[in-house]
C-alpha cells in the first residue's frame, strides 16, 4: 500500500532556530502533498498545499514566509518554521494522495516543541 | 464557522458492540467524504470513503452511511474491539481546490471497552 514517511517524529528546538520537516512518499509519487497543523485537543487545519516544481497554495492566516514549503521532487516535499516561537509549538503532519486514489495517506507526524 | 462538525467529543462502547460515529456538515456542496482514525501522535489512518452518489459504504466491520437531504453521515463499527479505541475523524471535500481540499471535523474519541 500507499506509504508516507515523515521526519523527525519529534523535534525541539530553541526559540529564533528554524526546523525543517520532512515528507516523504516512499512507493508513489504524489504529485500533491498537503501540510496540516494540530493543536491538542483540536482538528487538523490545513496549512497549505503543496504541488511539485511549483509555489505551494497557503490557506488563510498561515503566514507563507513563516512556514516555507518546497516540493522539488515527486516524492519528497519539506516544511521549514523558521523563526520558530514557542506559539509554534504542535504536532505537524503531512499527506499525499494514495495511489488507490480513495483517500489520502498521511505521515507519521512530527511533534515540534519550541523552547 | 465549522462547516463539519461531530458533536460527541467522546463515546464509549462495549467490546462486541455496535459504535456509531455521528457526522454533520453545513456545505451542500461538499460531495465526498472520508473517515479517518488517528491514535495518539500517529497520523491519520484512512478508514473508509463515501460519494453522494452513494447512500451507504461497506468495508467489512466499518460502514459509513450518508443522508445527504439531512447533510449527516454516520461511521457503524460492528463488533467493536478495544483496538478501535481512537480518535475518529470525519472529513469533507471543501468545494475550492476541487478534488483535494478536505475539511476535518474535530473528531470523536472512541473507547471500547473489554
Known amino acids: 500500500g500507499a506509504v508516507v514517511s515523515q521526519h523527525p517524529s519529534r523535534v525541539i528546538c530553541k526559540s529564533g532556530t528554524s526546523v525543517k520537516i520532512e515528507c516523504r512518499s516512499l512507493d508513489f509519487q504524489a504529485t500533491t502533498m498537503f501540510w496540516y497543523r494540530q493543536f491538542p485537543k483540536q482538528s487538523l487545519m490545513l496549512m497549505a498545499t503543496?504541488?511539485?516544481?511549483?509555489?505551494?497554495?497557503?490557506e488563510q492566516g498561515v503566514e507563507k514566509d513563516k512556514f516555507l514549503i518546497n516540493h522539488a521532487s515527486l516524492t519528497l516535499s519539506t516544511l521549514t518554521v523558521t523563526s520558530a516561537h514557542p506559539e509554534d509549538s504542535s504536532f505537524y503532519i503531512c499527506?499525499?494522495?494514495?495511489?488507490?486514489?480513495?483517500?489520502?495517506?498521511f505521515g507519521s507526524g512530527t511533534r515540534l516543541t519550541v523552547v | 464557522d465549522q462547516q463539519v462538525k461531530q458533536n460527541s467529543p467522546s463515546l464509549s462502547v462495549q467490546e462486541g458492540r455496535i459504535s456509531i460515529l455521528n457526522c454533520d456538515y453545513t456545505?451542500?456542496?461538499?460531495?465526498?467524504f472520508l473517515w479517518y482514525k488517528k491514535y495518539p501522535a500517529e497520523g491519520p489512518t484512512f478508514l473508509i470513503s463515501i460519494s453522494s452518489i452513494k447512500d451507504k459504504n461497506e468495508d467489512g466491520r466499518f460502514t459509513v452511511f450518508l443522508n445527504k437531504s439531512a447533510k449527516h453521515l454516520s461511521l457503524h463499527i460492528v463488533p467493536s474491539q478495544p483496538g478501535d479505541s481512537a480518535v475518529y475523524f470525519c472529513?469533507?471535500?471543501?468545494?475550492?481546490?476541487?478534488?483535494?481540499?478536505?475539511?476535518f471535523g474535530p473528531g470523536t474519541r472512541l473507547s471500547v471497552l473489554p
Open positions: 499527506s499525499a494522495r494514495g495511489w488507490t486514489g480513495d483517500g489520502y495517506t
Open positions: 503543496s504541488n511539485e516544481g511549483s509555489k505551494a497554495t497557503y
Open positions: 456545505n451542500s456542496m461538499f460531495d465526498y
Open positions: 472529513a469533507a471535500r471543501g468545494e475550492r481546490n476541487y478534488g483535494q481540499n478536505f475539511v
